[in-house]
């Protein structure tokens, strides 16, 4: 599938929400070891904003949240209810609510609306004029040091191939 119309995308008057800090986000990402230093921090959390400005721009899709890491930000974030509140009505105008991927859905929802992580990333290269960053890999960031949260925990298994393990 090829990049969306123009028509899908609104173009907004200014990126304004990149610009906005949280040191009191980064700092309990710290205390609570989700982020390894004050600048991976940064990273992510301007990707949470990235993605809520794309799905406030592109509303031709249901853009899923496409990294548990990202994710863990945005679900830090909205934990300072106050502020988060302010930054939705001052950046986008109303609150962005936060739905978990179990949450119940409408019945009448239309599952072809939900966008791929394909699609979404050619709406980020066209929106932000860069490809996706690393930070939307999470298995790009796995170390020794990291708390990873795994579905697959128990279900996976070791194999020998050609003398190496898969």
Known sequence: ?????????????SFDVLTYQAPFLIEK??????????????RIFTEVKRWML?????????????SFRIDEVWNQFVLFTDEYIKFCDKYFGSYLSHCPSNAPRNKDDDDSLIGSF?????????IFNIGLPNEWFDEKSVNINRRILN?????????EKDGTVD
């Open 118 to 126: 394909s699609e979404f990333a050619q709406v980020y290269t066209r």
């Open 151 to 159: 579905d697959n925990a128990g279900k996976l298994f070791l194999e």
């Open 1 to 13: 599938m090829g990049l969306l119309p123009d028509e899908h995308i609104e173009k907004p008057v």
């Open 29 to 42: 990402l710290l205390k609570d070891a989700i982020i390894e230093s004050a600048e991976e921090g940064e």
């Open 54 to 66: 794309l799905v406030h721009l592109d509303k031709s899709k249901t853009w899923e949240m496409y």
